[in-house]
T-cell receptor, first 113, second 109 residues
Protein backbone atom coordinates (compact mmCIF):
# COMPACT_ATOMS: atom_id res chain seq x y z
CA UNK A 1 0.00 0.00 0.00
CA UNK A 2 1.04 3.59 -0.52
CA UNK A 3 2.10 5.90 2.27
CA UNK A 4 3.17 9.52 2.33
CA UNK A 5 5.48 11.05 4.90
CA UNK A 6 6.19 14.65 5.80
CA UNK A 7 8.74 16.09 8.15
CA UNK A 8 9.17 17.81 10.34
CA UNK A 9 5.70 17.70 11.90
CA UNK A 10 6.12 21.13 13.50
CA UNK A 11 8.65 23.89 12.98
CA UNK A 12 9.24 27.29 14.55
CA UNK A 13 11.57 29.54 12.60
CA UNK A 14 12.64 33.18 12.86
CA UNK A 15 11.91 35.65 10.10
CA UNK A 16 14.67 35.64 7.50
CA UNK A 17 15.79 32.07 8.17
CA UNK A 18 15.81 29.36 5.48
CA UNK A 19 13.27 26.59 5.16
CA UNK A 20 13.29 23.02 3.93
CA UNK A 21 10.27 20.76 4.21
CA UNK A 22 10.43 17.24 2.87
CA UNK A 23 7.79 14.90 1.53
CA UNK A 24 8.33 11.30 0.46
CA UNK A 25 5.96 8.72 -0.98
CA UNK A 26 6.26 4.96 -0.73
CA UNK A 27 4.54 2.20 -2.62
CA UNK A 28 4.01 3.90 -5.97
CA UNK A 29 6.10 5.13 -8.85
CA UNK A 30 5.98 8.30 -10.92
CA UNK A 31 3.31 9.97 -8.80
CA UNK A 32 2.10 13.51 -9.31
CA UNK A 33 3.17 15.48 -6.24
CA UNK A 34 1.62 18.60 -4.73
CA UNK A 35 2.41 21.20 -2.07
CA UNK A 36 -0.48 23.08 -0.45
CA UNK A 37 -0.60 25.72 2.25
CA UNK A 38 -3.49 26.18 4.62
CA UNK A 39 -3.62 29.38 6.66
CA UNK A 40 -5.46 29.26 9.98
CA UNK A 41 -9.17 28.78 9.44
CA UNK A 42 -8.80 28.92 5.67
CA UNK A 43 -9.01 26.62 2.71
CA UNK A 44 -6.19 25.07 0.73
CA UNK A 45 -3.91 27.04 -1.53
CA UNK A 46 -2.03 25.03 -4.14
CA UNK A 47 1.60 26.18 -4.20
CA UNK A 48 3.41 23.78 -6.53
CA UNK A 49 2.85 20.55 -8.35
CA UNK A 50 5.11 18.16 -10.19
CA UNK A 51 4.33 15.50 -12.78
CA UNK A 52 7.91 14.14 -12.91
CA UNK A 53 11.49 14.51 -11.73
CA UNK A 54 12.71 18.06 -12.25
CA UNK A 55 9.29 19.23 -13.48
CA UNK A 56 7.81 21.87 -11.21
CA UNK A 57 4.77 24.05 -11.84
CA UNK A 58 4.23 27.08 -9.65
CA UNK A 59 0.71 28.27 -8.95
CA UNK A 60 1.36 31.36 -6.87
CA UNK A 61 4.32 33.77 -7.03
CA UNK A 62 6.01 33.90 -3.64
CA UNK A 63 9.34 33.50 -1.92
CA UNK A 64 8.97 29.71 -1.82
CA UNK A 65 10.40 27.18 -4.25
CA UNK A 66 10.00 23.46 -4.80
CA UNK A 67 12.23 20.74 -6.11
CA UNK A 68 11.84 17.09 -6.98
CA UNK A 69 15.29 15.49 -6.88
CA UNK A 70 13.94 11.93 -6.93
CA UNK A 71 10.80 10.29 -8.23
CA UNK A 72 9.11 10.06 -4.84
CA UNK A 73 10.65 13.03 -3.05
CA UNK A 74 9.28 16.56 -3.07
CA UNK A 75 10.96 19.43 -1.21
CA UNK A 76 9.60 22.87 -0.35
CA UNK A 77 12.21 25.54 0.33
CA UNK A 78 12.72 29.17 1.09
CA UNK A 79 15.89 31.23 1.38
CA UNK A 80 14.34 33.80 3.73
CA UNK A 81 11.07 33.21 5.56
CA UNK A 82 8.44 35.90 6.00
CA UNK A 83 5.84 36.15 8.75
CA UNK A 84 3.19 35.47 6.12
CA UNK A 85 4.73 32.07 5.41
CA UNK A 86 3.28 30.71 8.64
CA UNK A 87 0.69 28.01 8.08
CA UNK A 88 -0.01 24.34 7.72
CA UNK A 89 1.82 22.80 4.77
CA UNK A 90 0.38 19.71 3.18
CA UNK A 91 1.96 17.42 0.65
CA UNK A 92 -0.16 15.15 -1.52
CA UNK A 93 0.38 12.55 -4.20
CA UNK A 94 -1.93 11.56 -7.00
CA UNK A 95 -2.22 9.73 -10.27
CA UNK A 96 -2.29 6.19 -8.93
CA UNK A 97 -6.03 5.77 -9.11
CA UNK A 98 -8.46 5.86 -11.98
CA UNK A 99 -10.22 8.80 -10.37
CA UNK A 100 -6.91 10.71 -10.10
CA UNK A 101 -7.57 11.10 -6.40
CA UNK A 102 -5.05 12.93 -4.27
CA UNK A 103 -3.84 11.45 -1.00
CA UNK A 104 -2.49 13.75 1.67
CA UNK A 105 0.33 13.55 4.14
CA UNK A 106 -0.02 14.48 7.83
CA UNK A 107 1.19 18.04 7.29
CA UNK A 108 3.84 20.36 8.76
CA UNK A 109 2.83 23.21 11.06
CA UNK A 110 5.19 26.14 10.39
CA UNK A 111 5.27 29.16 12.67
CA UNK A 112 7.45 32.09 11.64
CA UNK A 113 8.24 34.50 14.49
CA UNK B 1 -11.98 29.35 -14.66
CA UNK B 2 -12.51 26.74 -12.02
CA UNK B 3 -14.14 27.78 -8.76
CA UNK B 4 -15.66 25.75 -5.94
CA UNK B 5 -17.83 27.26 -3.22
CA UNK B 6 -19.06 25.94 0.10
CA UNK B 7 -20.84 27.36 3.10
CA UNK B 8 -18.40 27.92 5.94
CA UNK B 9 -20.19 26.42 8.90
CA UNK B 10 -22.80 23.81 9.83
CA UNK B 11 -23.99 22.82 13.29
CA UNK B 12 -26.10 19.72 14.01
CA UNK B 13 -27.08 17.59 16.96
CA UNK B 14 -25.79 14.07 17.42
CA UNK B 15 -28.02 11.55 15.66
CA UNK B 16 -29.35 14.05 13.11
CA UNK B 17 -28.43 14.02 9.42
CA UNK B 18 -25.93 16.54 8.12
CA UNK B 19 -26.01 17.92 4.60
CA UNK B 20 -22.98 19.78 3.31
CA UNK B 21 -23.38 21.60 0.01
CA UNK B 22 -20.96 22.60 -2.70
CA UNK B 23 -21.22 24.36 -6.06
CA UNK B 24 -18.64 24.17 -8.82
CA UNK B 25 -18.17 25.92 -12.12
CA UNK B 26 -16.32 23.58 -14.46
CA UNK B 27 -18.94 21.54 -16.30
CA UNK B 28 -16.23 19.36 -17.83
CA UNK B 29 -15.10 18.01 -14.45
CA UNK B 30 -15.04 14.22 -14.63
CA UNK B 31 -14.70 13.52 -10.93
CA UNK B 32 -15.81 15.32 -7.80
CA UNK B 33 -14.51 14.54 -4.34
CA UNK B 34 -15.23 14.92 -0.66
CA UNK B 35 -12.40 15.13 1.86
CA UNK B 36 -12.46 15.32 5.66
CA UNK B 37 -9.90 17.17 7.79
CA UNK B 38 -9.72 16.62 11.52
CA UNK B 39 -7.89 19.21 13.67
CA UNK B 40 -4.16 19.27 13.06
CA UNK B 41 -4.27 16.52 10.47
CA UNK B 42 -4.05 16.12 6.74
CA UNK B 43 -7.02 15.61 4.45
CA UNK B 44 -8.64 12.19 4.30
CA UNK B 45 -10.47 11.12 1.17
CA UNK B 46 -14.06 10.22 2.05
CA UNK B 47 -15.55 9.47 -1.32
CA UNK B 48 -15.70 10.56 -4.92
CA UNK B 49 -18.31 10.48 -7.65
CA UNK B 50 -17.96 10.22 -11.39
CA UNK B 51 -19.75 12.90 -13.35
CA UNK B 52 -22.07 10.43 -15.10
CA UNK B 53 -23.57 9.39 -11.76
CA UNK B 54 -26.36 11.12 -9.84
CA UNK B 55 -25.87 9.44 -6.51
CA UNK B 56 -23.36 7.33 -4.64
CA UNK B 57 -23.89 5.75 -1.24
CA UNK B 58 -21.22 4.40 1.07
CA UNK B 59 -22.43 3.36 4.52
CA UNK B 60 -23.53 6.57 6.30
CA UNK B 61 -22.41 8.79 3.42
CA UNK B 62 -24.58 9.74 0.45
CA UNK B 63 -23.30 11.94 -2.36
CA UNK B 64 -25.77 13.64 -4.67
CA UNK B 65 -24.72 15.29 -7.90
CA UNK B 66 -26.90 17.71 -9.88
CA UNK B 67 -24.95 18.36 -13.06
CA UNK B 68 -27.48 20.82 -14.42
CA UNK B 69 -27.06 23.11 -11.42
CA UNK B 70 -23.41 22.10 -10.82
CA UNK B 71 -24.31 21.25 -7.27
CA UNK B 72 -22.77 18.54 -5.12
CA UNK B 73 -23.88 17.52 -1.64
CA UNK B 74 -22.67 15.18 1.06
CA UNK B 75 -25.20 13.72 3.46
CA UNK B 76 -24.02 12.10 6.66
CA UNK B 77 -26.67 9.96 8.32
CA UNK B 78 -26.79 9.53 12.10
CA UNK B 79 -24.10 12.16 12.62
CA UNK B 80 -21.71 11.43 15.47
CA UNK B 81 -19.43 13.71 17.50
CA UNK B 82 -16.50 12.04 15.72
CA UNK B 83 -17.80 13.51 12.47
CA UNK B 84 -16.89 17.00 13.68
CA UNK B 85 -14.30 18.23 11.19
CA UNK B 86 -13.82 20.42 8.14
CA UNK B 87 -15.21 18.95 4.93
CA UNK B 88 -13.80 19.96 1.55
CA UNK B 89 -15.31 19.31 -1.81
CA UNK B 90 -13.07 19.35 -4.86
CA UNK B 91 -13.39 19.13 -8.61
CA UNK B 92 -10.89 17.63 -10.96
CA UNK B 93 -9.03 20.21 -13.03
CA UNK B 94 -6.09 19.82 -15.40
CA UNK B 95 -3.35 17.94 -13.50
CA UNK B 96 -4.74 19.17 -10.18
CA UNK B 97 -7.79 19.33 -7.94
CA UNK B 98 -9.60 22.56 -7.19
CA UNK B 99 -10.76 22.66 -3.58
CA UNK B 100 -13.58 24.57 -1.97
CA UNK B 101 -13.02 26.69 1.11
CA UNK B 102 -14.23 23.93 3.43
CA UNK B 103 -17.29 23.58 5.67
CA UNK B 104 -16.71 23.26 9.38
CA UNK B 105 -19.16 20.72 10.82
CA UNK B 106 -19.81 20.92 14.54
CA UNK B 107 -21.75 18.05 16.12
CA UNK B 108 -23.15 18.69 19.58
CA UNK B 109 -24.23 15.92 21.99
Amino acid sequence: SQTIHQWPATLVQPVGSPLSLECTVEGTSNPNLYWYRQAAGRGLQLLFYSVGIGQISSEVPQNLSASRPQDRQFILSSKKLLLSDSGFYLCAWGGGHVADTQYFGPGTRLTVL
Amino acid sequence: GEDVEQSLFLSVREGDSSVINCTYTDSSSTYLYWYKQEPGAGLQLLTYIFSNMDMKQDQRLTVLLNKKDKHLSLRIADTQTGDSAIYFCAERGFQKLVFGTGTRLLVSP
